[in-house]
């Protein structure tokens, strides 16, 4: 059935070569059109597993607390003194405050919320800070406030801003909120001493910067980069003062740009050295070589138009599939190509020679690309989004493939060899020469099934040493510059190590008010036990609920509610002031009726209140819509222990149902173990899929089992090299071997095809004939494969190196192992042969 269908099609395409060329070549173009500009999605979360409910928690704590949209500018300076850094933060502040990318700015503590805590002071006090209060509103405290702020005007080294302070808070209440505020809530490692989020040493400077727009518009975070790029440059040109970029944004857009110019760069390369091995090997004319080159178009268009249809685009692992893929497309047209101009040299007509080609080699090639897929399509069985969009789209771009071969190709060679057969003469039309390959497994077959036997024992004691790296760095881009800065963030604030986040999620105010005060305490008992370093919650924002009622309280014991209204204490400051000989600015009703009314209020200051004043933290820490709040913990010595966390899975348990504990440590140790299994099922359907498949090619079973020798044995070995050399697996290279099985059982099946149409010489025989054919096809595996190894993330290029290791040892599997099977096989027969001869003579 097969062989009717493809001397159909070729005796169609021989009819009308130039028409159905054109039609397919127009269908090709308008593909590249269409994905000319295909978007490419760099967040690493659109490869991992959908359906995890782990993954589903940390994505909606991402989106409900805006940290898929962060950027943050990390400012330092290398001067000794904080005022050129301060400068330089309030510059770049104005400047992207002022931006309509940005929707605001976070950079001084006292800008961000020192309206909202002025207003609600009383409520951020400790009992040290009610004590000092009480004494601040006494007539003594007030005259001593008032002579200290006459002698800090009349000094030399006062300032305008020293004015500002003073005219705006006469009795420094400030003072005693921040003193609180830093007893209680302040994280080790930053310094708000001055209002900036500054490190110890006060040489480094943060700004949390929330853009108007989505991290995935490219667009839009390529717009925005430019111009905080432009702003940092500005600064830092030449004051000692460098600006580096972290955060979402930052990492959006450097991962953009990195995987496109690996995109670009991996596919020319492996496009320029296919085209170059095709030329070595053959010594084809211009017009075979732009064959190839149309073909291979014709194929990838059709694969990406494919891709952006069913995903949308492209994502982290499937930018890959157009280098990865080249090499496997063009076996297909080697082999055509091959069989079609060796018809032609013996004398065949180009019908002759296209029905030849498409009926024997056509006929493998049906059976190589049903492999080859299968063995992609086997990977959708993984729940790793990206490996199974690459499986997809791999599986089908091959099919693509062997479509355009049959179409495009033959339906070029059929016309020149129609217009000039000249034009697809080769200059070297033997291809690789094999004869080294063919006299040793001729003369030393036993050897070389001794020395295979050898290796793959050692191979299977290799495997035992392979492991498997679950961290994020494993797949994560090498040598990153936002990377570089985020380093810097933990070496200098004390952030070290991945961190972990607690959620609490409430269906009300009073359940969410609860909810707040047991995510403190239970932060206060893992600081007090060491299971954390840092413990950031909404309490650095507002004080939770009980700590407010406890400064209620403490207020009232100390009479402060009451002890003024609005006139006397005016009255008080007015008359100190002027004993002083100071003039009292035109505010100073609005002040005493602002502290008055604070230590009148009553009451609980919630963070919905928070959020309503607009202080652009309180996104950090609570998402009013969801009634969301969280927490931000890092590990003690940078790195979180197995007993550590399991014992905060406990406590977050016995917090209750409204209680998360997430963050990508957690996600990927949670599915190392599905994503070892499901890839071990892939490999698996991999192999049982093609045996059948192989099966109903060859019909006898012994013929099918020699095919699946080469494919098993560069597996076994792959693995087992990995170990030895120290190549772990990853949620990237993890499916690889499944991959593997995608080319590398093609070898067999081109191997036994040549010894079915042509059983003489034997092992040997078959080798000389389709040998240079098979070592062709795995360098140009090789040189697309290998193209990836030169990627700037560390996972892509660890799939690079399997494949490229599968197709080595696949390759000498096929023509060393297998030939020597074959031969020791056909030995006794052979034999027989030969006596039953003599017997005759």
């Known amino acids: 059935m097969a062989t009717r269908f493809l001397l159909r099609l070729a005796r169609t395409i021989d009819a009308r070569p130039g028409k159905i060329a054109i039609v397919f070549l127009l269908a090709a173009v308008v593909s590249g059109i269409v994905v000319a500009r295909i978007p490419i999605r760099t967040n690493l979360l659109d490869v991992l597993p959908e359906g995890n409910p782990t993954i589903r928690a940390f994505r909606g704590f991402l989106e409900d607390f805006g940290m898929m949209d962060s950027l943050v500018l990390v400012v330092s300076s290398s001067e000794g003194s904080p005022d050129r850094l301060i400068e330089a933060v309030e510059t770049i502040g104005e400047k992207l405050a002022a931006s309509p990318r940005v929707a605001s700015v976070d950079y001084n503590l006292v800008r961000s919320g020192g309206r909202f805590v ?245 006929k493998a090639l049906l059976s190589s690309a049903s492999t080859s897929s299968i063995s992609f399509f086997a990977v959708v069985v993984t729940s790793f989004r990206g ?250 010595g940078g790195r979180w222990s197995k007993g550590a966390i399991a014992a905060m899975k406990e406590d977050v348990r016995a917090l209750g149902g409204d209680f998360a504990l997430t963050g990508p440590l957690l996600i990927f140790e949670e599915i190392r173990s599905s994503i070892v299994r499901e890839s071990a099922l892939a490999t698996l359907i991999a192999f049982v899929a093609n045996w059948i498949i192989v099966g109903f090619h060859f019909r006898r079973f012994r013929d099918a089992a020699l095919v699946m020798v080469p494919v098993t044995a560069g597996s076994l070995l792959t693995i087992g090299a990995m170990g030895a050399i120290g190549i772990p697996f990853n949620f990237f290279n993890v499916a690889g071997i499944a991959l593997v099985f995608g080319f590398g059982v093609d070898y067999g099946i081109y191997f036994m095809q040549s010894r079915r149409e042509n059983s003489e010489g034997g092992g040997p025989g078959a080798l000389r004939r389709a040998g240079g054919g098979i070592v062709l096809c795995s360098v140009t595996t090789l040189g697309s494969c290998g193209s990836l190894i030169l990627s700037h993330y560390r996972g892509l290029a660890s799939i690079g190196a399997v494949l490229c290791l599968g197709a080595v040892f696949c390759l000498l599997s096929t023509i060393l192992l297998l030939p020597s099977l074959v031969d020791t096989m056909d030995r006794p027969r052979t034999r027989k042969a030969r006596r039953a001869v003599m017997d005759e003579e």
Not at 244 to 259: D, F, K, P, R
Not at 490 to 516: H, M, N, T
């Open 118 to 362: 002025g207003e609600h002071f009383p409520a951020y006090l400790d009992s040290g800070g009610v004590g000092r209060l009480s004494e601040r509103l006494s007539p003594e405290g007030i005259r001593r406030q008032i002579r200290r702020n006459r002698e800090v005007l009349l000094s030399p080294l006062a300032s305008p801003l020293d004015a500002e302070w003073i005219s705006g808070d006469p009795l420094n209440l400030r003072e005693i909120v921040r003193e609180s505020l830093l007893r209680r809530t302040v994280p080790k490692g930053i310094d708000l001493s001055t209002g900036y989020y500054m490190d110890a040493d006060r040489t480094v400077a943060l700004l949390m910067v929330r853009p108007g727009g989505s991290s995935r518009d490219t667009a839009f975070v390529a717009g925005l980069y430019r111009e905080v790029a432009g702003i940092a440059a500005e600064v830092s040109d030449g004051a000692g003062i460098k600006v580096g970029l972290a955060g979402e944004y930052a990492s959006v857009a450097e991962a953009t740009g990195v995987i496109w110019r690996d995109m670009v760069f991996s596919f020319l390369s492996s496009f320029v050295l296919v085209l170059l091995l095709v030329y070595a090997a053959y010594r084809p004319p211009v017009a075979v070589l732009c064959v190839f080159v149309l073909t291979l178009f014709a194929a990838l268009s059709w694969t990406l138009l494919f891709a952006y249809l069913l995903y949308g685009g492209l994502n982290i692992v499937t930018s890959i599939v157009a280098a990865m893929l080249i090499g496997l497309y063009v076996d297909y047209m080697i082999h055509i190509y091959h069989r079609f101009h060796r018809e032609i040299r013996r004398g065949r007509s180009p019908l002759q020679a296209l029905e030849t080609t498409f009926s024997e080699t056509g």
């Open 387 to 636: 490996l199974h969009e690459l499986g997809v789209v791999a599986g089908f771009g091959i099919l693509f493939c062997l479509l355009s071969s049959f179409l495009v190709m033959g339906s070029l060679l059929s016309w020149l060899a129609k217009v000039s057969p000249a034009r697809i003469e080769a200059g070297r039309p033997g291809g690789i020469p094999m004869g080294w390959a063919e006299r040793l497994v001729a003369g030393r077959s036993g050897t070389v099934l001794a020395v295979f036997s050898i290796f793959l024992s050692l191979s299977i004691l290799g495997s035992a040493r392979t492991r498997f790296d679950a961290g994020v760095e494993a797949i994560g881009p090498a040598d990153s510059g936002v990377e570089k800065v985020q380093r810097v963030i933990e070496e200098k604030f004390g952030r070290g190590g991945e961190p972990l986040f607690l959620v609490a999620r409430a269906d009300g105010d009073r359940r969410l008010a609860a909810d707040f005060d047991a995510l403190d305490l239970q932060g206060e008992r893992w600081r007090r036990a060491g299971r954390v370093e840092t413990f950031s919650s909404p309490a650095m924002l507002v004080p939770p609920p009980r700590f407010q009622e406890e400064s209620r309280r403490l207020l009232s014991d100390a009479g402060l509610p009451g002890r003024f209204d609005d006139a006397g204490l005016e009255r008080a400051i007015r008359r100190e002031m002027e004993v002083q000989g100071m003039v009292p600015g035109g505010d100073l009703a609005a002040y005493a009726a602002g502290i008055v009314h604070a230590l009148d209020g009553e009451g609980v200051v919630d963070l919905a209140r928070f959020a309503r004043s607009g202080d652009p933290r309180a996104t950090y820490f609570f998402n009013g819509a969801r009634n969301a709040i969280a927490a931000h913990l890092t590990p003690p």
